[in-house]
């Protein structure tokens, strides 16, 4: 075996890298020894070609594009289908797109840059995509994992690349048969063209297969965009959603919706948060059970195999399966774990963002709040669902997984056998909210594959997916501020008080432990990703920003909107009530704020002029808030909100949304509404639901029915407004998760009075 062979097989982590280099000095040539090739899983079939590992080309025209993303209601598939066509020069009738098992070729470095802490073990280490150390970790450990709004930063220019090379490749092979120089020819809608000549992609695939790929690839100045359409809500897109006409039809194929021959399927039960093994049941409740074919059993959990899904969940009904562990999770206990941690505050937190002189300005504060978020379901539509077939030693792995690698190598690790032996499909989610993260269900459904020795399909109830799914955090944010000219802050002090989610995901996703040893590893570990958004875009120019890592017995991990969801909802409650301290106009207050961020103040500025703001004062119901997501704000995200409440049956009821958003340059104008209006609604379901608790260690509610979750007779007009930038394009998928529930809040205190300090808003009564 030579050395290039022996690499492969080493573990390698930063750290151990890092001490290896230190005591050998061999790290640049091991470096340099290491193979940098990665092969893409896309084929070309027959009368096919593949270009850059991104499309093939068919002779009948069709193009075909790379999708490595999990398409999850977010419409991936076609923004980047979209992106390829425009660079290619192909007509949209003749794209189709194809998802793509994990492959180093299509690593997702921003992602992974961002998430560094996570897998390296070096909390606040690289964020840079370019560090050769991130490079090698993606692209090594096939890190396609689609979290974050990091598609199109991570894939935009490769995508491109890839299609300008095959464009090249068609015009050259064109203008060799026309006898003339390729800069004379152009593509438009899947035609090579030079004057009268025209020749469709289909009859010069197989000469332009032959040729040469350019270098570097010849891009077209401009990128694919879409002109915004102010003020209309409904603006029309040439390339509509290609995964459309099969959701309408019901033809579109979901994890649950896979079929195999012979298969069976199988439902679960988990033990309560705190009881988490196995402890009895009782087997003879079910001999001679019609249709009941197995039980499998494992040290967390107990399933039922049979002929289908109901005889399957009914046969667990029957056998009423006990777990035994420490004890039960309480709501008490929770509560009191999470004040425990608020109390050593002072002890325990760690700064992480500092700003001017933020602890001599502070002083005595002249204005303390605190703001509690309790822990939230993701509740997608579908639940965790995954399909395996296991022969000869060989798993056939049928999933919707966001982070489609690591569920593939947990799934080999759980039934021993190596990680190339398992081929993943992937197939789309019904919704994640970053659930989906997760990936048990890959471990459980290869081993219980392994035992029944069928395809079988495994499918959590609602309730196990609430139960197994570690939800939001509960957190805690003390906003302290010392004032200056004219009530405005002079120094601003964050400080987040939240079990360390991120770090703890992360050790469940990169190390595969257990939760409980996920938690032992990220407890009193400050973690970086849980203050995401709390320094605000305002001009103050000494802050502080801090983390207490809180230990707690429940497990926890991402939800769609991030950290940002709740600093967001912090900082600008506490922005909103030091503006009506000062008798101030809270929209102004802000707008003074803003000389250094013009493209925040003009997303403000342009959504109180959609809501017809009046001044925000008592008794309009009217509330405005804004957010910048995103660390360069050349490269962000903004937001601004104008909220309408009107009373409604026993409460307050949002009637109107007003949005003015900058996303940049604008990819898909219909996407990104959907996008925006989709968080919108989901920040309102967060803001205006029941909140999470627990009973005897099982989640309450346990059905969407418990949730709260709003109705078609609640959701409110929403009104759009995109800015045209030519910035880079900024992925729109959380913007409205984060700035509906401070907005909301913000108008009900115009409304009644009352300034809501807790998410969701109702939990306290109001």
């Not at 049979?306 to 008490?332: H, K, V």
Request: glycine share 10%; with cysteine.
């Amino acid at each position: 075996m030579d050395i290039r062979e022996k690499l492969k097989d080493i573990e390698v982590s930063r750290r151990k890298l890092l001490i290896g280099a230190a005591a050998g000095g061999g790290l640049l040539v091991a470096w340099t020894l290491w193979p940098r090739s990665y092969p893409s899983p896309l084929r070309a079939g027959e009368g096919e070609a593949l270009f850059g590992g991104w499309l093939v080309i068919g002779r009948d025209g069709v193009v075909t594009v790379a999708v490595p993303q999990l398409e999850m209601g977010q419409g991936i598939g076609t923004v980047l289908a979209q992106v390829a066509a425009t660079e290619l020069g192909a007509d949209w009738r003749q794209v189709g797109i194809e998802p793509t098992p994990p492959a180093g070729h299509f690593a997702n470095l921003p992602l992974a840059a961002r998430w560094s802490a996570l897998w390296s073990g070096m909390p606040s280490w690289a964020e840079d995509q370019d560090d050769w150390l991130v490079e090698r970790f993606a692209h090594r450990n096939d890190f396609n994992a689609t979290a974050c709004g990091t598609s199109l930063a991570a894939y935009e220019m490769p995508l491109r690349q890839a299609a300008a090379t095959a464009r090249d490749m068609l015009t050259r092979a064109a203008a060799d048969r026309w006898d003339v120089e390729p800069e004379e020819c152009e593509v438009v809608e899947g035609f090579v063209i030079n004057g009268e000549n025209r020749l469709p992609f289909g009859e010069l695939v197989a000469e332009a297969s032959e040729l040469d790929p350019p270098d570097p690839a010849p891009i077209r100045p401009v990128a694919a965009f879409e002109e915004p359409i102010p003020g209309e809500a409904d603006g029309s897109t040439l390339f509509p959603r290609l995964d459309l006409p099969s959701k309408v039809d019901g033809t579109h194929v979901f994890a649950a919706d896979v079929r195999l021959p012979g298969m069976v399927f199988a439902s679960i039960r988990h033990g309560p948060i705190g009881l988490p093994e196995l402890l009895r049941f009782d087997e003879s409740k079910v001999a001679g059970m019609r249709g009941l074919r197995t039980v499998v059993t494992s040290k967390r959990w107990i399933a039922a195999v049979a002929d289908s899904w109901w005889i399957a969940d009914e046969a667990l009904a029957r056998m009423r399966p006990q777990f035994t562990g420490p004890g039960a999770l309480e709501q008490i206990v929770l509560d009191t774990e999470m004040e425990r941690a608020i109390g050593g505050s002072d002890d325990l937190a760690e700064r992480i963002v500092t700003i001017g002189d933020p602890d001599g300005m502070m002083g005595t504060p002249d204005l303390v709040r605190r703001y509690g978020f309790a822990a939230a379901a993701h509740a997608p539509l579908e639940t965790a669902s995954a399909t395996a077939r296991y022969e000869g030693g060989r798993l056939d792995l049928w999933i919707a997984s966001q982070a489609p690698a690591e569920a593939r190598d947990a799934a080999a690790r759980a039934i021993g056998i190596s990680a190339s032996d398992v081929v993943l499909y992937p197939v789309s989610a019904g919704g994640s909210f970053d659930a989906r993260l997760e990936k048990q269900q890959a471990i459980e459904v290869a081993q219980i594959a392994e035992q029944v020795g069928r395809p079988v399909q495994l499918t959590w109830s609602r309730a196990q997916d609430f139960q197994a799914v570690p939800p939001r955090p509960p957190v805690s944010i003390e906003v302290s501020a010392s004032r200056g000219a004219q009530g405005q802050p002079a120094a601003l002090r964050t400080r987040v008080t939240a079990p360390s989610a991120m770090l703890e995901m992360g050790a469940r996703l990169f190390d595969n432990l257990v939760p409980e040893a996920a938690q032992g590893k990220a407890d009193g570990v400050a973690d970086s990703l849980m203050v995401e958004g709390a320094v605000p875009p305002y001009g103050i120019g000494n802050v502080a920003v801090e983390h207490v890592p809180a230990t707690i017995t429940l497990p926890v991990g991402r939800m769609r909107g991030g950290a940002n969801a709740w600093t967001a909802f912090a900082i600008e409650s506490f922005i909103d009530e030091m503006a009506a301290d000062a008798g101030r106009d809270p929209f102004l207050y802000r707008m003074a704020m803003l000389g250094g961020a013009p493209r925040m103040a003009e997303t403000l500025r342009r959504a109180t002029r959609l809501g017809d703001w009046d001044g925000g004062r008592e008794g309009s119901g009217q509330g405005v808030a804004m957010l910048k997501m995103g660390e360069d704000p050349a490269s962000s995200g903004y937001i601004a909100c104008v909220a309408q409440v009107a009373p409604g049956e026993g409460r307050v009821r949002v009637s109107r949304l007003s949005v003015a958003v900058d996303i940049g340059r604008i990819v898909n104008l219909d996407i990104a509404r959907q996008q925006i209006e989709g968080g919108l609604l989901f920040g309102i379901a967060l803001a205006m639901g029941s909140p999470l608790t627990f009973t005897d260690g099982h989640p309450v509610p346990k059905r969407f029915e418990g949730m709260g979750l709003p109705r078609l007779a609640d959701c409110p007009e929403i009104v759009v407004d995109f800015i045209s930038s030519e910035a880079e394009p900024f992925d729109p998928g959380e913007l409205g998760v984060a700035v509906a529930a401070p907005a909301i809040a913000n108008a009900i205190h115009a409304s009644t009075g009352a300034r809501p300090q807790r998410l969701p808003l109702f939990s306290e009564g109001l």
